[in-house]
């Protein structure tokens, strides 16, 4: 009985028609970047101050004084948050009385901001902050936004993978589209911050995959309107949808539903792309009764924690995807708080992923996967310890640093996903990279308030970060290394992990050693 890949193995790997599919699946998440990372500039928070009603009866030299100050890195700013009791300071103006000589304003009582806020709109005409003040007491509501959108791409990832296993890839693929296109349209028209908010994470479960790509894609000349900005983001969405017609259904999901003359005809259709003549019939009637009846042996989530080397690697895979993922999200998400124009700056964060990306791939391919990871994770961490260090007259080498963090964990995201892969035994592999990508969501929700303590200390998320990815890095070295070894079948035939001494038991066939290989494996993951 012939495999799948054994009867289409005469369609080579990389043929015109492989890249044709592989530009099309590309071009259709494009939105996806749009999505992920637009609440860094439709959450953005301008600089603001209490509002002061123009009928106030204030002099003004009183009005210019309302407001009181506070010390913001090493300069006083006005306050964002307080001003002085409206009522006390008319009487004052009224009687004449000049601020800071007649009355020390250090003494007046002050109030919060009951007339709402007044917001610069140097950097952005409108966001969700200043369209329901979301400052002050409800600047929680921000940052729990953008963890509620990524909620939602946790959510997506489990009833997705149902469903493209029920229903198609490709028919989920286009419904998860046209779900986040459609819902990030209703967005624009939000009449509340609930609202928006539901919505966000109904787009968030639409989007399941959700790397980012380049925002900064134009945005200098569309404005800075969060509805207008929202909108122009969501029509790329729309311009997917005539891929439909060109992205054909899995030939392998087809056959796993009995639909066989659709796959044959997809197959047919991907030979004569390649130039290849295929045979007139791709399967025998007897092969495809065995297709019908085949089933896999089933394994559970159990299996991760099954014996002592899974459960360690399975560990330590959540605590390093759940770090990588804070890092990666959390640097994405700051960049508006870094000194400079905030589109330079989130088109600078994006820009230095294209030669991580490139520098993870060499590193793959001649490289053990351990050194290489800790490598880009301690030079993501290290830096980033060392912006807190910077003078606050040098802010261009703190951004320098910042997006040489960036560059070290995005190497390190990309790598991440290989070295998993090679360390999960075939009958586990889905499950254990799954329950990592997990980790990497929860990761993900977590980045926003990191980013939030940042208003508590400009360098704490840095810190955090800084030590977390450090620590991280440490323990990559404990665990097996993959490189040029023979990919695991069974949960015995796991490399284990550094420094843990094992039993063998007669239960078990022994597991191989480091290094060890099993004759009857065949695959390897030297690239």
Known sequence: MRDYDEATAFLGEWGPFQRLIFFLLSASIIPNGFNGMSVVFLAGTPEHRCRVPGTANLSSAWRNHSVPRRLQDGQEVPHSCRRYRLEAISNFS?????????????????????????????????????????VCEDDWKAPLTTSLFFGGVLVGSFVSGQLSDRFGRKNVLFVTMGMQTGFSFLQVFSKNFEMFT?????????????????FVLGTEILGKDWRKLLLALTLPGVLCAALWWFIPESPRWLISQGRFKEAEIIIHRAAKINGIVAPSTLFEPSELQDLRSQKQQSHSILDLLRSRNIRMVTVMSIILWMTISVGYFGLSLDTPNLHGDVYVNCFLSAVVEVPAYILAWLLLQHLPRRYSMATALFL?????????????????????????????????????YVYTAELYPTVVRNMGVGVSSTASRLGSILAPYFIYLGAYDRFLPYILMGSLTILTAILTLFLPESFGTPLPDTIDQMLRVKGIKYRQTPNHTRELKDGEENPTVLKSTAF
Not at 105 to 124: A, T
Not at 198 to 214: E, H, K, P, R, T
Not at 399 to 405: A, C, E, H, K, Y
């Open 94 to 134: 009224a009687l004449g009385l000049e601020p800071g000589r007649d009355v020390d304003l250090e003494q007046l009582e002050q109030e919060s901001c009951l007339d709402g806020w007044e917001f610069s709109q140097d950097v952005y005409l409108s966001t969700i902050v200043t369209e329901w003040n979301l």
């Open 198 to 214: 539901v919505l966000f994470i109904l787009v968030g479960m639409g989007q399941i995959s959700n790397y980012v790509a380049a």
């Open 380 to 416: 993501g961490g290290s830096v980033l310890l060392f912006v807190q260090l910077v003078p606050p007259d040098l802010y261009y080498l703190a951004t320098v640093l910042v997006m040489v963090g960036k560059f070290g964990v995005t190497a390190a995201f990309s790598m991440v």
